[in-house]
């Protein structure tokens, strides 16, 4: 979200948890190969709150057209055809068709090394201070995976969605 209270919505390959209790993520928001830091980056410094709303596969397109390099001022929610809806406790809106979303506020953001190209690298760790969840994806009283679908980033063009999911006891 700009200081001016404008959406923007970008995917983030390198994106993981960290924490469970509390819960805590992180993403990398790398400048551009021009060198020039991403938008989502700048954002943040205006107003230190972010939503990581999980991609189903169904989502792949969308998601992949919002990576396109839009100038500050455009819209990816609008140019993409994506549906935002208001977060409980952050001001950035989530991506609406997202069956599940994380409402985070930065906890700390880590400037690394540059890049061998010279490129600014950054980690942004973020607390988890509100979790929407689609009611279609609660099985039992859990989160199905399967049901939430996700797509994730291998590298390169390549993406994938889960195969086999194997539930292991821990000992003790």
């Given at each position: 979200m700009t200081a001016d209270g404008s959406p923007n919505v970008a995917p983030f390959s390198y994106f993981n948890a960290v924490l469970a209790d509390p819960p805590y993520v992180m993403f990398a928001p790398n400048a551009r190969p021009s060198g020039k830091n991403k938008d989502s980056y700048g954002n943040l410094k205006a107003v230190p709150e972010f939503v990581a709303s999980l991609v189903s596969a169904s989502q792949a397109q969308s998601m992949n057209a919002t990576s396109a390099p839009f100038a500050p001022e455009i819209s990816e929610f609008e140019t993409c055809g994506i549906r935002s809806a208001p977060s409980k406790c952050?001001?950035?809106?989530?991506?609406?068709g997202s069956y599940a979303a994380l409402e985070?506020?930065?906890y700390e953001t880590v400037t690394?090394?540059?890049?061998p190209d010279g490129r600014d690298s950054?980690?942004?760790?973020?607390?988890?201070?509100?979790?929407?969840?689609?009611?279609?994806?609660?099985e039992n009283g859990r989160v199905s995976e399967s049901a939430?679908?996700?797509?994730?980033?291998?590298?390169?063009?390549?993406?994938?969605?889960?195969g086999k999911i194997l539930?292991?006891?821990?000992?003790g």
């Open positions: 952050v001001r950035p809106p989530r991506v609406a985070c506020k930065v690394l090394p540059q890049g950054h980690v942004v760790i973020g607390e988890v201070v509100g979790i929407y969840i689609d009611d279609a994806v609660i939430l679908d996700p797509l994730a980033r291998l590298g390169y063009l390549n993406y994938t969605t889960l539930e292991i006891e821990r000992p």
